[in-house]
């Protein structure tokens, strides 16, 4: 895991179009056409609206165009109002900063990969698809949606995708799709907590690696409470805060000057991610694995919280 930092990069929305029913594409390019940072399929970037309002979203454009990125909104009308903000004022002309690409969903090397779409899942798979045409690799997409109307991006996907509309055709078939435990067949999976549970509950003797999601929400429900306070060194300013028991690190580090830029404060974005100097972090989010945790060297201050008294984190 990298520290992405916290600079921001001016862009304009130069296109808007409906992807499918409750769906717009976006595609944001720098005001003066100059060469955006490169990025990777499974990568992802914060947007922050004219409104002040931080929310990620996956890339899902063509990552050898260096001048463009696009992403995919879907309008969640429970949501916190960012989709809403989008679909309804957001206009072709109108300027937005986004954080530099990162990302916790690479696509790694292998000759076969199964893609399982849920929704707008679709849209960190649709890179990946992309890179697995170019590099010849044997790949296979298999996307669900509640109806085929709301189902996006569908022209772009081919023929090896098989297309299963909710209303029409029942739940996506996973074991009828799923490799064997152990194949050098790679699973990506995006989609929403049902989705990703199920596939969770038919693949736990596959081994680590073998399967990869990516989550919309925690894998639990996140508290911020602790029983004990812990203190929180800025190693930059040398300025120390103390974390209350129900108080997030992301406040009150925040309250103190770190700047610290955050969007799903859920610990599943990872916009906020913090390195991490001295201490031991308590980890909550649902981005790093097993052998990130243990290296202890970053943290998501949204969520997570001390194990040791007291950390030191650079910023």
Same mark, same amino acid.
Request: charged share 20%.
């Given at each position: 895991?990298?520290?992405?930092?916290?600079?921001?990069?001016?862009?304009?929305?130069?296109?808007?179009?409906?992807?499918?029913?409750?769906?717009?594409?976006?595609?944001?390019?720098?005001?003066?056409?100059?060469?955006? /940072?490169?990025?990777? /399929?499974?990568?992802?970037?914060?947007?922050?609206?004219?409104?002040?309002?931080?929310?990620?979203?996956?890339?899902?454009?063509?990552?050898?165009?260096?001048?463009?990125?696009?992403?995919?909104?879907?309008?969640?009308?429970?949501?916190?109002?960012?989709?809403?903000?989008?679909?309804?004022?957001?206009?072709?002309?109108?300027?937005?900063?986004? !954080?530099?690409? #990162?990302?916790?969903?690479?696509?790694?090397? !292998?000759?076969?990969?199964?893609?399982?779409?849920?929704?707008?899942?679709?849209?960190?798979?649709?890179?990946?698809?992309?890179?697995?045409?170019?590099?010849?690799?044997?790949?296979?997409?298999?996307?669900?949606? #509640?109806?085929?109307?709301?189902?996006?991006?569908?022209?772009?996907?081919?023929?090896?995708?098989?297309?299963? /509309?909710?209303?029409?055709?029942?739940?996506?078939?996973?074991?009828?799709?799923?490799?064997?435990?152990?194949?050098?067949?790679?699973?990506? *999976? *995006?989609?929403?907590?049902?989705?990703?549970?199920?596939?969770?509950?038919?693949?736990?003797?596959?081994?680590?690696?073998?399967? #990869?999601?990516?989550?919309?929400?925690?894998?639990?429900?996140?508290?911020?409470?602790?029983?004990?306070?812990?203190?929180?060194?800025?190693?930059?300013?040398?300025?120390?805060?103390?974390?209350?028991?129900?108080?997030?690190?992301?406040?009150?580090?925040?309250?103190?000057?770190?700047?610290?830029?955050? !969007? *799903? #404060?859920?610990?599943?974005?990872?916009?906020?991610?913090?390195?991490?100097?001295?201490?031991?972090?308590?980890?909550?989010?649902?981005?790093?694995?097993?052998?990130?945790?243990?290296?202890?060297?970053?943290?998501?201050? *949204?969520?997570?919280?001390?194990?040791?008294?007291?950390?030191?984190?650079?910023?």
């Amino acid at each position: 895991m990298t520290n992405a930092g916290n600079a921001l990069i001016d862009l304009v929305v130069t296109d808007k179009s409906a992807a499918a029913q409750g769906v717009v594409a976006l595609t944001l390019r720098h005001p003066d056409g100059l060469r955006l /940072p490169d990025w990777s /399929p499974g990568a992802h970037l914060d947007l922050v609206l004219p409104n002040g309002m931080v929310r990620q979203y996956s890339l899902c454009g063509d990552r050898w165009d260096s001048t463009s990125y696009r992403i995919g909104v879907l309008r969640e009308p429970a949501g916190r109002g960012g989709s809403a903000f989008i679909h309804d004022r957001l206009r072709p002309g109108d300027r937005v900063a986004t !954080s530099a690409p #990162r990302n916790n969903f690479r696509l790694v090397p !292998s000759p076969r990969y199964l893609f399982i779409a849920g929704g707008i899942g679709i849209t960190p798979l649709l890179p990946m698809v992309l890179q697995a045409e170019r590099l010849g690799a044997d790949w296979h997409l298999l996307y669900g949606g #509640r109806t085929l109307a709301g189902m996006a991006f569908l022209d772009e996907l081919g023929e090896r995708a098989t297309i299963v /509309p909710q209303d029409e055709s029942g739940l996506l078939d996973l074991p009828a799709h799923l490799p064997p435990p152990g194949s050098d067949t790679k699973v990506y *999976c *995006c989609g929403p907590a049902p989705l990703l549970h199920a596939l969770e509950q038919l693949t736990v003797d596959h081994p680590a690696g073998q399967v #990869r999601t990516e989550r919309f929400v925690a894998t639990t429900e996140v508290s911020s409470a602790s029983d004990e306070p812990f203190e929180v060194e800025l190693r930059r300013t040398g300025v120390t805060v103390v974390v209350a028991p129900r108080q997030s690190m992301l406040d009150a580090i925040n309250a103190a000057g770190a700047g610290v830029l955050s !969007s *799903c #404060r859920q610990g599943t974005c990872g916009t906020c991610e913090t390195a991490v100097v001295a201490g031991i972090p308590e980890h909550r989010d649902s981005i790093l694995d097993d052998a990130e945790r243990a290296a202890g060297d970053c943290l998501f201050p *949204c969520v997570s919280r001390c194990g040791s008294g007291r950390l030191v984190l650079d910023v």
